[in-house]
């Protein structure tokens, strides 16, 4: 294929056509040793002929720029040196450094990690950000789409500091602790959970060959194996093809739920990444003063929105937490050296409805005994709040727990470093599961998450104004907390009832 070279004030662009009938472009301009160089700057739709004009100034620019910089070496940086570091060479990995950087107080480690594992190797993270086109946005939301979920992936650290030159931190890469590919370590889950299920109904066999026992004396290892082998279940469908061929033909199943049991990605998560490239977009437009559209933010009507199914809220019934929090306490004071603040995590999840970062970073100097209030730190906000002591109980567990620690300590922190813990003690998911889930299928499981759900739930269940919800779980807008209305316990048919017998009543 031949190149053409067009004229008028595209004069410098070079297009070649592909046998695919798509067409290269190329810039032709003279170096700063006045040597003629051809640049290919792109391929259709992606690049046009404005694109590549752009491209062609800036490099013209560029060389004028740096040719008037070597003359007078004690000039100021011309702007279009400037222009090139702050704003044409920026891709979507260099604002994520700079979001993360700027936000290293309040971005958690989570969010940084989702980043990393599920947009920095995508083709779009390295390309330039004004070069970005629906159709990029498109293919990663198709890639997603069938991409197997994976929770177990890197915990790398915050980003490095920015180094004495200024420029942008370094992300680490994900890695992985174990070299194994996701397949391989759900068949080792699937064969570990054989070994255990059969160590505990040989542990059961035990109990029952004693004369005193009763079932009050294996329950645990009863429900265990329950949970085991619902887990089992699922992880069959993803580890054996004539398994995996049923569940497709089971149509009751939602695409979303079709999607939890093959383990792949929700279109729930597919739109929080989207979401996340899109804060990271916006942050540089507003701090970095770039004009850059934003590709990833996509409204309500747009081709490409993702649209969530209505979702299920859930949460512990009363007496899921009454079980829960038996057993929890037992564990408590049967280990205190190593399960001490179980009761008292747990209390507090199911009283505050806070959040996980903020029930762990609650330090002693928070803690109004006397007036019975907690001030509490909402992070995705960035501010305080105050939330009530609501028993005798939880007063008298955070007594216990302070004993007589200095005000500035951490309400819980490890007891070998004295530094705060920062996730859920792993006892608490494993307690949940032998008193909670045990008795559900997998689509219905709880986490410890569930806890400020529970809350929410059952107060708007007993009738309590959507605003004092909002005002408890510190919502920035009560549409937020407008979810739990679906729970909110219906008066239509007494208002109805009420209605029909004004006007049947007979004088």
Same mark, same amino acid.
């Given at each position: 294929?031949s190149?053409?070279?067009l004229?008028?004030?595209?004069?410098g662009i070079?297009?070649r056509?592909?046998?695919?009938?798509s067409?290269?472009?190329?810039?032709?301009y003279r170096?700063?040793?006045?040597?003629?160089i051809?640049?290919?700057?792109?391929?259709?739709?992606?690049?046009?002929?404005?694109?590549?004009?752009?491209?062609?100034n800036?490099?013209?620019?560029e060389?004028?720029?740096k040719k008037?910089?070597?003359?007078?070496?004690?000039?100021?940086?011309?702007?279009?040196?400037q222009?090139?570091?702050?704003k044409?060479?920026y891709?979507?990995?260099?604002?994520?450094?700079?979001?993360?950087y700027?936000?290293?107080?309040k971005s958690?480690r989570a969010v *940084?990690?989702?980043?990393?594992y599920?947009?920095?190797?995508?083709?779009?993270?390295?390309k330039?950000?004004?070069?970005?086109t629906?159709?990029?946005?498109?293919?990663?939301?198709?890639?997603?789409?069938l991409?197997?979920?994976?929770n177990?992936?890197?915990?790398?650290?915050?980003?490095t500091?920015?180094?004495? $030159?200024g420029?942008?931190?370094?992300?680490?890469?994900?890695?992985?602790?174990?070299?194994?590919?996701l397949?391989?370590?759900?068949q080792?889950d699937?064969d570990?959970?054989?070994?255990?299920?059969?160590?505990? @109904?040989?542990?059961?066999e035990?109990? $029952?060959?004693q004369? @005193?026992?009763?079932?009050e004396?294996?329950?645990?290892e009863?429900n265990?194996?329950?949970y085991l082998k619902?887990?089992n279940k699922?992880?069959?469908?993803?580890?054996f093809p004539?398994?995996?061929?049923?569940?497709k033909?089971d149509?009751?199943?939602?695409i979303? *739920?079709?999607?939890?049991?093959?383990?792949i990605l929700?279109?729930?998560?597919?739109?929080?990444l989207?979401l996340?490239a899109? +804060?990271?977009?916006?942050? &540089?437009?507003?701090?970095?003063r770039?004009?850059? !559209?934003?590709e990833?933010h996509?409204?309500?009507?747009?081709?490409?929105?993702?649209?969530?199914?209505n979702?299920?809220?859930?949460?512990? +019934?009363?007496e899921?937490i $009454?079980?829960?929090?038996?057993?929890? $306490?037992?564990?408590?004071?049967?280990?205190?050296? +190593?399960h001490n603040?179980?009761?008292?995590?747990?209390?507090?999840?199911?009283?505050?409805?806070?959040?996980?970062?903020?029930i762990?970073?609650i330090k002693?100097?928070?803690i109004?005994?006397?007036?019975?209030n907690?001030?509490?730190r909402?992070f995705?906000?960035?501010?305080?709040f105050?939330?009530a002591?609501s028993?005798p109980?939880?007063?008298s567990?955070?007594?216990?727990?302070?004993?007589n !620690?200095p005000?500035?300590s951490?309400?819980?922190?490890?007891?070998?470093?004295e530094?705060?813990?920062?996730?859920?003690?792993p006892?608490?998911k @494993?307690?949940?599961d032998y008193?909670?889930?045990?008795?559900?299928s997998?689509?219905?499981?709880?986490?410890?998450?569930?806890?400020?759900?529970?809350?929410a739930?059952?107060?708007?269940?007993g009738?309590?104004?959507?605003?004092?919800?909002?005002q408890?779980?510190?919502?920035?807008?009560?549409?937020?907390?407008?979810?739990?209305?679906?729970l909110?316990?219906?008066? &239509?048919?007494?208002d109805? &009832?009420?209605f029909?017998e004004d006007?049947?009543?007979?004088?």
């Amino acid at each position: 294929m031949s190149y053409i070279s067009l004229g008028g004030k595209y004069s410098g662009i070079v297009t070649r056509l592909s046998k695919n009938g798509s067409t290269t472009f190329y810039v032709s301009y003279r170096n700063s040793e006045s040597k003629v160089i051809r640049k290919k700057v792109g391929v259709s739709p992606e690049m046009t002929n404005a694109k590549a004009l752009l491209v062609l100034n800036d490099i013209k620019e560029e060389i004028r720029a740096k040719k008037e910089l070597s003359e007078n070496p004690n000039s100021p940086i011309p702007k279009i040196l400037q222009k090139k570091v702050d704003k044409k060479t920026y891709t979507l990995n260099d604002l994520a450094d700079y979001y993360f950087y700027e936000n290293e107080s309040k971005s958690n480690r989570a969010v *940084q990690n989702k980043y990393n594992y599920h947009i920095s190797d995508q083709p779009f993270a390295n390309k330039n950000i004004h070069l970005l086109t629906e159709e990029d946005i498109e293919g990663f939301i198709k890639r997603k789409s069938l991409q197997r979920s994976d929770n177990r992936r890197s915990n790398s650290g915050n980003v490095t500091k920015l180094h004495e $030159k200024g420029s942008l931190p370094k992300r680490k890469r994900k890695s992985r602790a174990v070299n194994l590919s996701l397949e391989e370590r759900e068949q080792v889950d699937y064969d570990n959970n054989i070994k255990e299920i059969n160590r505990l @109904e040989s542990i059961i066999e035990e109990y $029952k060959n004693q004369v @005193e026992s009763t079932p009050e004396d294996y329950w645990r290892e009863e429900n265990k194996i329950k949970y085991l082998k619902e887990i089992n279940k699922v992880l069959g469908y993803r580890l054996f093809p004539e398994k995996a061929r049923k569940l497709k033909q089971d149509k009751t199943l939602t695409i979303d *739920q079709l999607n939890a049991l093959r383990g792949i990605l929700s279109r729930k998560s597919i739109k929080e990444l989207l979401l996340l490239a899109s +804060t990271i977009v916006n942050y &540089a437009n507003r701090h970095k003063r770039l004009n850059i !559209r934003n590709e990833f933010h996509i409204l309500k009507g747009d081709k490409l929105y993702i649209k969530n199914e209505n979702r299920k809220i859930k949460y512990l +019934t009363k007496e899921e937490i $009454k079980n829960y929090l038996q057993e929890i $306490k037992i564990i408590t004071e049967k280990y205190p050296e +190593t399960h001490n603040y179980l009761y008292l995590i747990s209390l507090l999840g199911l009283s505050t409805a806070a959040r996980r970062d903020t029930i762990l970073s609650i330090k002693i100097e928070d803690i109004d005994l006397e007036n019975n209030n907690i001030k509490l730190r909402n992070f995705k906000t960035e501010k305080n709040f105050v939330s009530a002591i609501s028993s005798p109980a939880i007063k008298s567990e955070i007594v216990r727990i302070i004993d007589n !620690r200095p005000a500035s300590s951490f309400l819980f922190e490890n007891p070998t470093t004295e530094m705060k813990i920062t996730v859920f003690p792993p006892k608490m998911k @494993e307690v949940l599961d032998y008193t909670v889930n045990c008795n559900k299928s997998y689509l219905n499981f709880l986490t410890i998450k569930e806890f400020r759900n529970t809350v929410a739930s059952h107060l708007i269940m007993g009738g309590t104004a959507i605003a004092h919800i909002a005002q408890l779980l510190d919502h920035a807008s009560i549409r937020t907390t407008e979810i739990y209305t679906q729970l909110a316990p219906s008066t &239509a048919k007494d208002d109805i &009832a009420t209605f029909a017998e004004d006007f049947l009543s007979v004088d």
